[in-house]
């Protein structure tokens, strides 16, 4: 599904330039769930970025279902992100000003879902997320597993083929935590690929294969069995 | 998907009210600002737009020998409509309107004066388009003696008495009996032409009407559709030649076209311009009109500093909706829906505004505006969209630059909002500031023009004078009157003349014949005064001596003005005194002497160079205004006895007077209009601007409050502090003052050009704006800067 070879990124100032990615080459197949691991500014945010069109590369290529998406314009990316990637950030980034059946019905506005089907949709992921007694409550309203728990139902109510989480349970007690990698490994289990970063063995433990980076390159990649 | 943009946009709203309060508030006072002056500046171009012909106004350039410089006029000759029509094919009709003020007239035992008659020619109701609810437009106005009423003098006459067939009589020099004819609508308020009833020439007509020469009424022209008037014109120097009998006549007058639609707001340099109501200068209105815009482009500039501002708020927004699939443009139309439904707020807070100020506005400027949208859908629709675009010129910026995001940064909590950003607010700030600098500047120059065109001494007292309108008949009792008012210690003196100063006085021809030379034929302002006249209003002599009481003396005394001395002496030696010109030969029909120079005074307004002018006594010509000097410090007794000593005389005739200080503030009206709403228009800048100081002030210090935490850790005072956030402020406002002086400069030397008499640019009014803008502004910040200042820096410092 995924194929990046030689992949480049720097970050320049005036005076220094620092190689987030250094030639770095992953295969990801369809419906596994890889984790990203490495110590901080090893490149693992620099690469989910990348993964997740965010972000440019400077150097390599980017396959993403066999197609060639490193030169990919603004609105072609736009468009790659909202029928095939959902995001789970560590800070949740849901938006404030909505509530939490808008904050999860919005990628479904931008897909071009008509309403009535965006309701029924919205409402089956908020179930499945066990957050539908919380529809009509804003994010502050929730406790940081409740908010990570709709950021999650936001990042699949399209059916995205990959998830990107990056450090999803950063924010959470162990409890919470838990269970958001519960969810992630349920949605793998129904056939969405997952990619996540994280700092937690724990966390890692749930993927089938974890990819070390450090100084932008693959140091280690460990098969989960 | 707009449903969801609204709903974010009224929540983002709620959220930040403050906020959303300075925009909305900014973006209405602007808005209604520029509602306003555009429903005057419309209002302004509708005068004679209901006429649907061709219609023009035929004028005068006058160049008569003894003129300081030529003048234009509104006036024409009698002969002229009819020549024209028949010379010029292209000349489908014409009409002549004479004004007649203060028209008295008789019915059964009802006299009342009417404040103004127009006798006109049969054609004038059908080459203009007041309605007629009543009567035949082609035949009313065809008989002698025929009338045509409005509808409010038809009433104020007859009550509900059926008018049409009934007769009034006026009685006059000309007493006439009149048959109504015709019942006009009343005049709309923007028409030029404002009167109470139409009479035909017919009615008055006497011969000596028909000679050249004689300028004393309104010819208006109807021309055949697509004639080219300036085309025409360039024929009338022959026509004049054909039809006046005077080979010299091009020498003293040109002829020029100036359509009906442009005389109430072309003709500022037109002078004699008795039938133009409300006149105004319509540099004044597009002036007005910029100036409005003005004011909504600092309203809109404080939109897109304050959204730029806080640009960092909506960035995590912007970086969410990106990574779940929103293109740039969704976004920048979510932002832009975000600004036009702040409009549309903004609206109808302005509409507020607009309905409480309307009419005083209306008061200021005697104009009729009204704004009803429901009756008029067109305007409103035309509100509605300049409020679209006012929301989208606000929020292109603000939608560009936040929608520009990317989102891997601002989601990392990056925003770029430094450098460049903070550059271009810092840019709009200054040209806000730039621009409410700017108009402060030009509002002390108008005022102090205005102020200085009222106090300057204008050569003569004018200080507790009634003047009172007199006619053919009350004339007649002059004298009388005068002895009577004379009797009491109220009055301190009384005189009279054919004309009240600061209006534009008659010219008439006289001959100067020197002693040394041929006679000299000039054409020179006149008054005619009563023997007392100089002694009355203090008017100085410099040379020879005052008109003498001797009745043998009337009209063959004349006394010149230092201006007119020295066009008399243009040709002498270059020593030659004034007072070699005592005693010579000069007059009217039958030469009298000089025998006094008075020193130069402004019969007319500011605006206008002294031009040459002469005063004679001349009993039998008559008098129309009576100047009565009261005694200061009892002004209403003085007044109920020059009432009373009236009423006595003429017992079924209206006491109307005026003080002269009062005309002359009629003189200046126009120019004081200017001066207020300028005034105001600066004024709502001033606030609009600091609105958005007051925002973007309170913006820095929030964003500053852990720096302020530090430094006050690290032993700031509260005094250090406010200067630091001040400073930044403080030096914006500094550098659009240095912006806006040459500009202002520029403008208002441009401006007191149109001035004979004016005030010189100073710079200490410049220095004075610049201090007076930074006083405001650090009023404004020092508020948002002493409350970070004077915050418990622990607080800030944990919240961190």
């Known amino acids: 599904m995924i194929k990046i070879t030689e992949l480049q990124k720097y970050y320049r100032t005036e005076e220094v330039e620092t190689i987030a990615l250094n030639k770095l080459s992953i295969d990801v197949k369809e419906g596994e769930f890889v984790a990203i691991m490495g110590p901080s500014g090893c490149g693992k945010s620099t690469l989910l970025n990348i993964l997740g069109l965010l972000d440019d590369p400077d150097g390599g290529s980017y396959l993403f279902n066999g197609i060639e998406v490193a030169d990919f314009n603004e609105r072609k990316r736009a468009d790659l992100r909202k029928h095939n990637i959902g995001f789970v950030f560590q800070s949740f980034n849901l938006i404030d000003e909505l509530t939490v059946f808008e904050n999860v019905e919005l990628p479904l506005i931008y897909t071009g879902v008509p309403a009535s089907e965006r309701v029924a949709r919205v409402e089956k992921v908020l179930d499945k997320m066990q957050i539908m007694h919380r529809r009509n409550h804003y994010p502050q309203q929730l406790s940081g597993g409740q908010q990570q728990r709709v950021a999650v139902a936001r990042a699949v109510v399209n059916n995205p083929k990959l998830i990107l989480a990056d450090e999803p349970t950063g924010n959470l007690d162990s409890s919470n935590g838990n269970e958001v990698m519960e969810l992630l490994t349920d949605l793998n289990e129904q056939g969405t690929t997952i990619i996540m970063v994280t700092h937690s063995e724990h966390d890692a433990r749930y993927s089938h294969r974890i990819i070390r980076l450090l100084d932008g390159q693959t140091v280690m990649e460990n098969i989960m069995i | ?800």
């Open chain 2, 1 to 800: 998907m707009i449903k969801n943009y609204i709903k974010t946009a009224w929540r983002n709203l709620w959220k930040n009210k403050i906020f959303s309060a300075l925009n909305i508030a900014g973006l209405a006072v602007g808005m209604a600002a520029c509602i306003v002056i555009m429903s005057f500046v419309f209002y302004e171009k509708s005068f004679d737009n209901f006429h649907t012909k061709n219609i023009y106004r035929l004028n005068e350039v006058q160049s008569f020998p003894g003129m300081v410089s030529s003048q234009k006029v509104g006036l024409s000759m009698y002969p002229m409509g009819p020549t024209l029509k028949n010379e010029f094919p292209q000349v489908k009709n014409f009409t002549r309107v004479k004004w007649n003020d203060k028209y008295q007239v008789t019915y059964q035992d009802k006299r009342m004066f009417l404040p103004q008659a127009f006798s006109v020619d049969s054609t004038f109701l059908q080459m203009f388009d007041f309605k007629l609810i009543a009567g035949d437009r082609k035949t009313a106005l065809e008989k002698p003696n025929s009338i045509v009423l409005t509808q409010a003098t038809a009433k104020k006459i007859f009550g509900d008495v059926n008018p049409l067939g009934k007769t009034i009589t006026h009685y006059g020099n000309d007493t006439v009996i009149f048959a109504v004819t015709g019942i006009l609508q009343d005049i709309p308020k923007n028409s030029q032409m404002q009167f109470d009833c139409l009479f035909s020439f017919s009615s008055v007509y006497h011969k000596w009407m028909n000679r050249w020469g004689g300028n004393w009424l309104d010819t208006y022209v109807e021309l055949a559709p697509g004639t080219d008037a300036t085309i025409l014109e360039s024929k009338l120097p022959a026509y004049m030649l054909k039809y006046s009998g005077r080979p010299d006549i091009t020498k003293f007058y040109k002829l020029f076209f100036l359509p009906l639609k442009d005389v109430h707001a072309n003709a500022a340099d037109i002078g004699l311009d008795y039938i133009n109501y409300q006149k105004f200068d319509k540099k004044a209105t597009n002036l007005f009109a910029i100036i409005a815009l003005i004011v909504l482009l600092i309203a809109c500039i404080n939109f897109m500093n304050l959204s730029t501002a806080r640009s960092a708020e909506r960035a995590r927004e912007v970086g969410v909706r990106k990574s779940i699939g929103a293109r740039r443009l969704e976004l920048a139309v979510q932002f832009l829906s975000e600004t036009i439904m702040l409009s549309l707020f903004a609206l109808v807070a302005g509409m507020i505004l607009v309905w409480i100020s309307l009419p005083y506005i209306n008061n200021l400027s005697g104009r009729d505006i009204s704004i009803n949208l429901w009756a008029s859908p067109g305007t409103a629709a035309i509100i509605i969209g300049f409020t679209i675009v006012v929301g989208i010129v606000s929020g292109i910026y603000p939608a560009v630059y936040l929608s520009s995001f990317k989102p891997v940064q601002v989601l990392k909590g990056s925003t770029e909002s430094g450098g460049n950003k903070g550059t271009f607010r810092n840019v709009l700030v200054v040209g806000q500031f730039t621009s409410a600098v700017f108009l402060m500047i030009a509002t002390f120059f108008v005022v102090k023009q205005l102020r200085y065109m009222q106090q300057q001494d204008p050569g003569f007292t004018r200080d507790q004078v009634v003047t009172v309108p007199l006619d053919g008949n009350t004339d007649q009792k002059y004298d009388v009157l005068k002895q009577q008012l004379l009797s009491s210690s109220l009055i301190t003196g009384v005189t009279a003349a054919q004309d009240v100063l600061g209006s534009h006085l008659d010219q008439t021809g006289v001959t100067f014949k020197p002693k040394n030379g041929p006679a000299k034929q000039l054409a020179l302002t006149q008054l005619v005064v009563d023997n007392n006249y100089l002694n009355l209003f203090g008017i100085k002599l410099i040379a020879g001596k005052n008109f003498s009481p001797a009745k043998s003396a009337s009209g063959r005394e004349y006394i010149i003005n230092e201006e007119l001395a020295h066009e008399l002496l243009k040709d002498q030696p270059k020593n030659t005194p004034i007072a070699s010109l005592i005693g010579q030969s000069f007059g009217n029909d039958s030469l009298g002497v000089i025998t006094g120079i008075s020193k130069n005074f402004n019969f007319n307004s500011l605006h206008y160079k002294v031009e040459t002018m002469f005063m004679f006594n001349q009993r039998n010509w008559g008098y129309s205004q009576l100047s009565v000097k009261i005694n200061g410090g009892k002004t209403n007794e003085a007044l109920a006895f020059i009432k009373s000593v009236w009423t006595k005389n003429f017992p079924d005739r209206p006491f109307e007077y005026q003080f002269l200080d009062d005309h002359f503030n009629d003189v200046y009206k126009a120019d004081a209009q200017i001066s207020k709403i300028v005034s105001i228009l600066a004024g709502l800048a001033i606030i609009i601007s600091c609105l958005g100081l007051f925002g973007l002030a309170s913006y820095a210090a929030e964003k500053r409050v852990k720096e302020i935490g530090v430094r006050k850790v690290l032993g700031a005072s509260v005094q250090s502090i406010v200067l630091l956030l001040s400073g930044q402020f403080v030096k914006l406002v500094l550098m659009a003052n240095l912006l806006a002086w040459p500009l202002a400069w520029y403008a208002m030397h441009k401006w007191l050009q149109s001035f004979a008499y004016r005030i010189d640019i100073k710079l200490s009014v410049f220095v004075f704006t610049a201090v007076l803008s930074l006083f405001i502004a650090l009023l404004t910040i020092s508020f948002q800067s002493v409350k970070a200042a004077i915050a418990n820096p622990v607080k800030s410092l944990r919240s961190e």
